[in-house]
């Protein structure tokens, strides 16, 4: 466009196209890994009408790639290395140069490819990252020195590889004197929590009361152990508008929180004594067992509970339960129906103990029911029969306490027990039920355990299991928190955990690494951890002691880190395992028979179909190109973990056949794809096994290492599990 001195104005067009007769590709992988053995293309085209004739050359760092071809290799004074092959470009026709490497050092490769003809040039350059080969590792150790009185000890041995980098090992060992720091960190979750329906209500002070009971009765001063931080005040729920620092332990507030909870818990009580979710709700057997099972517990240790409230609340259980023909209700054979028939038991038991109903021993009693329940305890789970255990040894019959020891001892028979970390646990982790939450049914079982079987040796175990298994402070929802809470107190009232007065010391290989001393004034105080320097873990391997002194259990914990460079880098990992798998998928055509009819005769015709069949790939086999390769990831959890990372480096020749990141559905809902690894991110991981797959397509010759599988929970750093490594080649 322009304009000339009169003013004219003119507008011009051009079309220019331009075309690149000889032109020079370089085929490379996305990245590179340490001690990768892969082959590079460079492919030279002529568009000309009539062949020509020139050089290729690639230029490359000698420090980071060994050529691994026939050619001769010249080099300068830069460090770099240069190729060149002679070349015959055929009129319209191309020619490709395979040039073979290893990959001998770690940091950015720069290649620089460049083709001379006598008519035309061309040249490419393209920088390529080469990742270390190897894993930052973690090995745990976690147990519990749990003889209450008198000196003990408990040790753990591991192993440092010779391939690791000194400078990143590192010991941390974690010393607690009792599960109520725990217990007292989750408090504050069931206070604030913001709704009200009656579970929250109930939950949210009969805990708080009944810790706060314990504390006072061995004599700890509640004033010490106060939030550190200004909390929210549920509105209306302490009777003001306003926002004040909540001391959960200040007398005055427990006081106004017993006043108001009974309060609100009265008012949302039915006419005929029974309580459902929410004020006005038909009345639930079990929020309504709920109820009184939770007030009967703080009744018990002092805390004033109206009895009227109470007696109400259990002889509505007494109507619904009690009289039935339970051999003609067929449909109470079934779960849930039995699972809440124990609730009613526990919480009419307890209230008969208390003596705020009778239990009567004749046919229109409370024993029929409980003889009922034994009869069907096989399908009870765990969580049942620590109800029903519980119920039977509050009985006055004799026989029923024989039969309480009878359901403790098949506890270990239902979902869950003892797992491979040490830990003992029940349930199922993943249910969100009133009768098989792994959570709850964890808690009841301590317990029943406690109280019926306290000699249990696997009863620290069970407390380990729950203490592991918190989401930050506190578990999954309020009736889950609270159960734990009420349950670690019966657990700290019959140990004496509370009156703790130990030292401990901390032995690495025989030599003191560091000391620990706590008593019952320091105890919500004190934190025990105790760091090893690197240059104490040498390569080899090595065992950690821990001696305590004095009154009370010691919980401890410990993490090894390093990074290890071993070949292969076995597999490893705390409270989470993983195992990585890879096959080839083959496309073929099987012969399938199916009948039709026709004319009202029955034909059988033989068709064909596709099916994808898994070939399992061993370390170090080799695939074509093109191939495609699913990789297979199994992953263990001890526990179910929120906020999970899984990720799967891939190995350099190869590309995932998906192409977009996003969510992907299931378990392990949203993936990300990167150039160099597959990341996975689980909002919530669940107990047990679990699967995922990925599927990539093999595109560049070569021998390509992988590293580890790598699995962490985000927020709980120390939760983390590696597969091993392997080699994929290609040709």
Same mark, same amino acid.
């Given at each position: 466009?322009?304009?000339?001195?009169?003013?004219?104005?003119?507008?011009?067009?051009?079309?220019?196209?331009?075309?690149?007769?000889?032109?020079?590709?370089?085929?490379?992988?996305?990245?590179?890994?340490?001690?990768?053995?892969?082959?590079?293309?460079?492919?030279?085209?002529?568009?000309?009408?009539?062949?020509?004739?020139?050089?290729?050359?690639?230029?490359?760092?000698?420090?980071?790639?060994?050529?691994?071809?026939?050619?001769?290799?010249?080099?300068?004074? $830069?460090?770099?290395? +240069?190729?060149?092959?002679? *070349?015959?470009?055929?009129?319209?026709?191309?020619?490709?140069?395979?040039?073979?490497?290893?990959?001998? %050092?770690?940091?950015?490769?720069?290649?620089?490819?460049?083709?001379?003809?006598?008519?035309?040039?061309?040249?490419?350059? /393209?920088?390529?990252?080469?990742?270390?080969?190897?894993?930052?590792?973690?090995?745990?150790?976690?147990?519990?020195?749990?003889?209450?009185?008198?000196?003990? +000890?408990?040790?753990?041995?591991?192993?440092?590889?010779?391939?690791?980098?000194?400078?990143?090992?590192?010991?941390? *060992?974690?010393?607690?004197?009792?599960?109520?720091?725990?217990?007292?960190?989750?408090?504050?979750?069931?206070?604030?929590?913001?709704?009200?329906?009656?579970?929250?209500?109930?939950?949210?002070?009969?805990?708080?009361? #009944?810790?706060?009971?314990?504390?006072?009765?061995? %004599?700890?001063?509640?004033?010490?152990?106060?939030?550190?931080?200004?909390?929210?005040?549920?509105?209306?729920?302490?009777?003001?508008?306003?926002?004040?620092?909540?001391?959960?332990?200040?007398?005055?507030?427990?006081?106004?929180?017993?006043?108001?909870?009974?309060?609100?818990?009265?008012?949302?009580?039915?006419?005929?004594?029974?309580?459902?979710?929410? /004020?006005?709700?038909?009345?639930?057997?079990?929020?309504?067992?709920?109820?009184?099972?939770?007030?009967?517990?703080?009744?018990?240790?002092?805390?004033?509970?109206?009895?009227?409230?109470?007696?109400?609340?259990?002889?509505?259980?007494?109507?619904?339960?009690?009289?039935?023909?339970?051999?003609?209700?067929?449909?109470?054979?079934?779960?849930? =129906?039995?699972?809440?028939?124990?609730?009613?038991?526990?919480?009419?038991?307890?209230?008969?103990?208390?003596?705020?109903?009778?239990?009567?021993?004749?046919?229109?009693?409370?024993?029929?029911?409980?003889?009922?329940?034994?009869?069907?305890?096989?399908?009870?789970?765990?969580?049942?029969?620590?109800?029903?255990?519980?119920?039977?040894?509050?009985?006055?019959?004799?026989?029923?306490?024989?039969?309480?020891?009878?359901?403790?001892?098949?506890?270990?028979?239902?979902? =869950?027990?003892?797992?491979?970390?040490?830990?003992?646990?029940?349930?199922?982790?993943?249910?969100? $039920?009133?009768?098989?939450?792994?959570?709850?049914?964890?808690?009841?079982?301590?317990?029943?355990?406690?109280?019926?079987?306290?000699?249990?040796?696997?009863?620290?175990?069970?407390?380990?299991?729950?203490?592991?298994?918190?989401?930050?402070?506190?578990?999954? $929802?309020?009736?889950?928190?609270?159960?734990?809470?009420?349950?670690?107190?019966?657990?700290?009232?019959?140990?004496?955990?509370?009156?703790?007065?130990?030292?401990?010391? #901390?032995?690495?290989?025989?030599?003191?690494?560091?000391?620990?001393?706590?008593?019952?004034?320091?105890?919500?105080?004190?934190?025990?951890?105790?760091? #090893?320097?690197?240059?104490?873990?040498?390569?080899?391997?090595?065992?950690?002691?821990?001696?305590?002194?004095?009154?009370?259990?010691?919980?401890?914990?410990?993490?090894?880190?390093?990074?290890?460079?071993?070949?292969?880098?076995?597999?490893?990992?705390?409270?989470?395992?993983?195992?990585?798998?890879?096959?080839?998928?083959?496309?073929?055509?099987?012969? /399938?028979?199916?009948?039709?009819?026709?004319?009202?005769?029955?034909?059988?015709?033989?068709?064909?179909?596709?099916?994808?069949?898994?070939?399992?790939?061993?370390?170090?086999?080799?695939?074509?190109?093109?191939?495609?390769?699913?990789?297979?990831?199994?992953?263990?959890?001890?526990?179910?973990?929120?906020?999970?990372?899984?990720?799967?480096?891939?190995?350099?020749?190869?590309?995932?056949?998906? $192409?977009?990141?996003?969510?992907?559905?299931?378990?392990?809902?949203?993936?990300?794809?990167?150039?160099?690894?597959?990341?996975?991110? #689980?909002?919530?991981?669940?107990?047990?096994?679990?699967?995922?797959?990925?599927?990539?397509?093999?595109?560049?010759?070569?021998?390509?290492?992988?590293?580890?599988?790598?699995?962490?929970?985000?927020?709980?750093?120390?939760?983390?599990?590696?597969?091993?490594?392997?080699?994929?080649?290609?040709?």
């Amino acid at each position: 466009r322009g304009i000339d001195s009169q003013g004219r104005t003119f507008e011009a067009r051009v079309q220019l196209r331009t075309r690149r007769n000889i032109r020079l590709r370089l085929a490379t992988t996305r990245f590179l890994r340490e001690g990768d053995e892969v082959v590079f293309s460079l492919v030279a085209s002529n568009q000309f009408d009539a062949a020509v004739s020139g050089r290729v050359h690639l230029d490359f760092p000698l420090a980071l790639l060994d050529y691994r071809g026939q050619a001769s290799v010249e080099t300068d004074n $830069s460090k770099r290395g +240069s190729l060149s092959f002679p *070349v015959d470009l055929p009129a319209k026709g191309e020619v490709t140069f395979d040039v073979p490497f290893a990959v001998t %050092g770690i940091g950015e490769v720069h290649l620089i490819a460049m083709i001379a003809t006598p008519r035309e040039s061309d040249g490419i350059e /393209r920088s390529l990252s080469v990742l270390p080969y190897g894993l930052e590792r973690l090995l745990g150790g976690a147990g519990i020195v749990a003889d209450i009185d008198g000196p003990s +000890s408990d040790s753990w041995t591991f192993a440092i590889p010779e391939l690791s980098d000194p400078e990143s090992r590192s010991l941390t *060992v974690d010393l607690t004197p009792s599960a109520a720091i725990a217990l007292i960190e989750s408090l504050p979750y069931l206070v604030r929590y913001p709704y009200g329906c009656v579970e929250q209500t109930l939950n949210r002070f009969v805990p708080a009361l #009944v810790v706060a009971e314990l504390l006072k009765e061995t %004599g700890v001063d509640l004033t010490e152990i106060l939030p550190e931080r200004p909390a929210q005040i549920p509105v209306g729920f302490w009777g003001h508008l306003d926002e004040r620092p909540l001391e959960l332990f200040r007398p005055e507030d427990l006081s106004h929180l017993l006043e108001v909870g009974k309060s609100k818990l009265q008012r949302a009580q039915n006419g005929d004594g029974s309580w459902g979710w929410w /004020r006005g709700y038909d009345g639930d057997p079990y929020i309504t067992a709920l109820v009184v099972e939770h007030l009967c517990t703080a009744k018990e240790i002092g805390v004033p509970i109206d009895d009227n409230v109470l007696r109400a609340g259990a002889q509505w259980l007494v109507r619904h339960a009690v009289g039935r023909d339970f051999d003609g209700e067929l449909d109470i054979y079934e779960r849930p =129906g039995i699972e809440e028939l124990t609730w009613v038991t526990r919480a009419l038991l307890h209230a008969g103990r208390l003596q705020l109903i009778p239990i009567n021993d004749d046919s229109d009693g409370l024993y029929p029911l409980l003889d009922f329940l034994y009869k069907v305890r096989d399908r009870l789970g765990a969580q049942g029969k620590s109800l029903f255990a519980l119920a039977l040894h509050d009985s006055d019959r004799g026989a029923d306490h024989e039969r309480a020891r009878v359901l403790i001892g098949s506890l270990y028979d239902t979902e =869950g027990g003892q797992d491979r970390f040490g830990t003992v646990h029940f349930g199922r982790n993943n249910a969100y $039920s009133w009768y098989d939450h792994g959570v709850e049914s964890t808690a009841w079982a301590l317990r029943a355990l406690i109280e019926i079987s306290p000699e249990d040796d696997r009863i620290p175990r069970v407390v380990r299991w729950l203490l592991e298994n918190r989401a930050g402070s506190h578990y999954d $929802s309020t009736r889950s928190t609270a159960t734990v809470a009420l349950a670690l107190t019966a657990y700290l009232r019959k140990t004496g955990e509370l009156d703790c007065d130990l030292s401990a010391e #901390v032995l690495l290989d025989g030599t003191s690494v560091g000391t620990f001393e706590v008593d019952r004034k320091s105890l919500f105080s004190k934190r025990g951890r105790i760091t #090893v320097p690197a240059h104490l873990l040498e390569a080899g391997e090595h065992t950690v002691e821990i001696h305590r002194s004095g009154n009370g259990p010691l919980y401890w914990s410990s993490m090894v880190e390093f990074y290890s460079r071993e070949d292969p880098v076995p597999a490893g990992g705390n409270r989470v395992e993983i195992a990585r798998r890879a096959y080839r998928l083959v496309d073929r055509k099987v012969p /399938r028979t199916e009948k039709y009819i026709r004319e009202g005769q029955t034909i059988d015709r033989t068709v064909e179909e596709w099916i994808t069949e898994r070939q399992p790939l061993p370390e170090g086999a080799v695939v074509a190109a093109g191939d495609r390769v699913l990789v297979e990831i199994e992953v263990l959890s001890a526990n179910t973990f929120r906020y999970v990372k899984l990720e799967n480096p891939k190995p350099a020749g190869f590309e995932t056949v998906a $192409s977009q990141s996003g969510f992907v559905g299931g378990v392990y809902g949203y993936r990300e794809l990167r150039d160099e690894k597959v990341v996975w991110f #689980v909002s919530r991981l669940p107990e047990g096994p679990s699967k995922v797959e990925i599927e990539l397509r093999a595109e560049r010759d070569g021998r390509f290492r992988i590293v580890p599988a790598t699995i962490e929970a985000m927020y709980l750093p120390h939760v983390r599990g590696n597969s091993t490594s392997g080699t994929l080649g290609i040709d």
